[in-house]
């Protein structure tokens, strides 16, 4: 990846707005910082550099609508579109993580640090600290808040959830907020009476769905507890029927679905897809594991490399978009958050592929016993005996504290693109986002080495190959598809 101020080039700065270049299915890709991309042959590319581009070119509007040309060039207009694609800076953390418990009934196989025996109630949240923590959440100056529950089980202390909804609402009489509840639940705890309470006030489902029974319950060991795919499908269609029975819009109300990879995924990744479409979820997400914490033994067994699993993604992205063809609505959670940076003005605002990085800035965890991180996964790092990345505790901190804290300003610092070294000449820039505690645990500072970043390697090759689909979508059936999978309907305004 190189600047296009190519040496060997004749170049005419002078007449060039900025843009970062690579070279995709034969042809050269122009992007620049507010993510406007475009595609070049090379004697059309090597014309725009040297400033010989006729000026009746048939490229040379598209050129300065983009924002590649400086002739022509509306300033004003770039800067308003890189302060939509930058909207989220500024904004304050959204998304609250709230772990109510260690307390889980499953063991599963990836889920190494963050779950404690079911007689383990000293891993449970206080009503005090879930006071606390509503408290604390309610003053980030975003508008729209989303508290998600987790655990351990945080249906355990189901206790916590209501209480943290009922009085979060109440709160928000005054602050007037959008405010959205999420629960991340593996079902087993689940009744009816819960489940009504849940839907009656609009929260969120998502559950675990690892594949087809044998590799689900293979992943996630339920002890005593039977199938625990079996179990988890049953209050999927529980839900399911439910929200239609409620005149609920299905494509919008539904229980969605997280899937993590293992070893064993690998075997079975079309039965995965097609469960997925059979349910009729219209989204999955194909998530490598996290690559930390594991004992050697455990990753041995369910572990790969990141060359591996961007082998079995491509496979899936491939089929996803086949049955896409065919008339199938499912999308990539991955891809489409990509897809989202690329064909619209605006930045869906994921937190962990993002820059800067949301540790803090647009997420915060709590623990069960109020310490506070700037996301999960610092949260899950001291869980394993490190506590680099705590920030406060409910009791103690204030807001200011939290938002101003050196290591919510380091994670920003080590994430933010455009400033390190490695990314600042790549064209995925406007698209990209990497993970500090990542490269923490991996290699022991926050910055890392973008060669040696399994992260880089994954979203390199993903903006890739979303690209190359383009550049051969002659008939621009691929691009109607992957503009499908950018559009987001809004469930509701609680
Ligand atoms: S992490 Fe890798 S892919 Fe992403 S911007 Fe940096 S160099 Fe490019």
Redesign the pocket.
């Known amino acids: 990846?190189r600047v296009a101020t190519a040496q060997r080039l004749p170049v005419k700065p002078d007449e060039l707005g900025f843009f970062r270049y690579t070279d995709i299915a034969g042809r050269k890709l122009l992007v620049n910082d507010v993510g406007e991309w475009m595609f070049l042959d090379e004697p059309d590319f090597k014309s725009l550099v040297a400033g010989t581009l006729p000026h009746d070119s048939p490229l040379r509007s598209g050129l300065v609508e983009r924002g590649f040309l400086r002739d022509g060039l509306d300033l004003n207009a770039l800067a308003e579109r890189l302060g939509r694609k930058r909207g989220f800076i500024g904004l304050g953390p959204h998304l609250h993580v709230v772990i109510t418990t260690l307390r889980c009934n499953q063991s599963c196989k990836y889920c190494h640090a963050s779950r404690t025996d079911m007689d383990r109630v000293d891993t449970d949240m206080t009503l005090d600290t879930a006071k606390r923590i509503v408290d604390l959440a309610m003053q980030s100056n975003n508008p729209y808040l989303c508290f998600e529950y987790q655990g351990g089980e945080p249906t355990v202390r189901a206790d916590i959830i209501k209480f943290i909804v009922e009085y979060s609402r109440e709160k928000n009489r005054y602050e007037n907020k959008l405010l959205d509840h999420s629960l991340v639940t593996n079902m087993t705890l689940m009744n009816e009476e819960l489940g009504e309470w849940l839907l009656a006030n609009n929260v969120l489902l998502c559950t675990s769905l690892d594949g087809p029974e044998e590799l689900h319950n293979f992943n996630r060991g339920w002890v005593g507890g039977g199938s625990a795919y079996a179990h988890v499908r049953k209050w999927m269609e529980w839900f399911n029927r439910r929200y239609v029975e409620l005149g609920r819009d299905p494509e919008l109300w539904h229980v969605d679905a997280l899937m993590t990879t293992t070893r064993k995924t690998f075997d079975h990744w079309k039965e995965l897809i097609d469960l997925y479409v059979s349910l009729g979820l219209r989204n999955i997400h194909i998530r490598p594991l996290n690559p930390f914490g594991f004992a050697n033994k455990t990753w041995r067994a369910i572990g790969y490399s990141m060359d591996e699993f961007m082998d079995f993604y491509m496979r899936c992205l491939d089929y996803i978009l086949e049955l896409n063809q065919q008339g199938v609505q499912i999308m990539e959670g991955t891809a489409a958050t990509f897809l989202k940076k690329m064909l619209t003005p605006v930045d869906p605002n994921f937190v962990d592929i993002r820059s800067p990085v949301g540790a803090g800035t647009g997420q915060m965890a709590y623990n069960f016993d109020g310490r506070i991180f700037p996301n999960d996964e610092g949260r899950m790092v001291a869980a394993a005996g490190d506590p680099f990345f705590a920030i406060g505790d409910v009791r103690t901190s204030t807001w200011p504290e939290l938002v101003n804290h050196p290591t919510v300003k380091a994670m920003a610092t080590a994430s933010f693109?455009d400033a390190?070294p490695?990314?600042e000449t790549?064209?995925?820039?406007p698209f990209?986002?990497?993970r500090p505690e990542h490269n923490y645990m991996l290699g022991g500072d926050l910055f890392g080495q973008?060669p040696n970043?399994p992260?880089?390697k994954q979203?390199?090759t993903i903006?890739r190959h979303l690209f190359e689909k383009l550049a051969h979508d002659t008939d621009g059936r691929v691009e109607s598809i992957f503009r499908r999978w950018t559009i987001q309907r809004p469930r509701l305004e609680t």
Do not use: E, Q
């Not at 790549?426 to 820039?429: D, L, M, Q, T």
């Open positions: 990846m693109l390190l490695g990314c790549c064209f995925n820039v990209c986002g990497v973008r970043m992260k880089c979203h390199m903006s």
